[in-house]
């Protein structure tokens, strides 16, 4: 049953990051759709960009298992850029997402996934550190008593 409850948990966090990923990419690719005249995103598109978003969680959680000091370890840190550069750059170029986009647009375009990553980071980083300072009240408070 431990096991159950641990590969569900993973689930969970996964699709959890799995949705937010999934989420900024089509709204991306419905602005762009919008600024380039039209007014749908195609199935297999949407399809593409779950299944890139799926494999980049999943590659997330397994560099940072659960439980894990995430924000303390720097080559992980960078691995995890490099993944998410190459999952979401190469699959946009690769799968041809956004087509139609001039060069300054899909630069402009990594330029916001950087700012997405970062912000992802920061994120992370205060979930942390909100984390560390409960934890820590909470010892303080268990040392009193004792």
């Known amino acids: 049953m431990e096991y159950f409850n641990r590969f569900y948990l ?3 966090n996964t ?7 999934f989420s900024a990419a089509v709204f991306f690719k419905g602005l762009v759709n919008a600024l380039l005249g039209s007014r749908t995103v195609e199935i297999l598109t949407l399809l593409e960009m779950l ?3 799926f494999a980049f969680a999943c590659l997330e959680t397994a560099l940072f298992p659960a439980g894990q000091n995430m924000l303390s370890q720097g080559k992980r840190i960078a691995v995890w850029a490099i993944l998410a ?3 979401f750059v190469g699959c946009a170029w690769g799968l041809h997402w956004f087509p139609g986009l001039p060069l300054w647009g899909g630069l402009l375009l990594v330029l916001f996934l950087e700012c997405a990553l970062g912000a992802m980071w920061y994120a ?4 942390e550190r909100l984390d560390t300072a409960a934890l820590n009240q909470g010892l303080r ?5 004792a």
């Open 85 to 87: 550069n190459a999952v």
């Open 15 to 21: 699709k959890y990051r799995m949705g937010l990923y």
């Open 10 to 12: 993973w689930g969970v």
């Open 124 to 127: 992370l980083w205060l979930k």
């Open 141 to 145: 408070r268990f040392q009193k008593r």
């Open 51 to 53: 299944l890139a978003c």
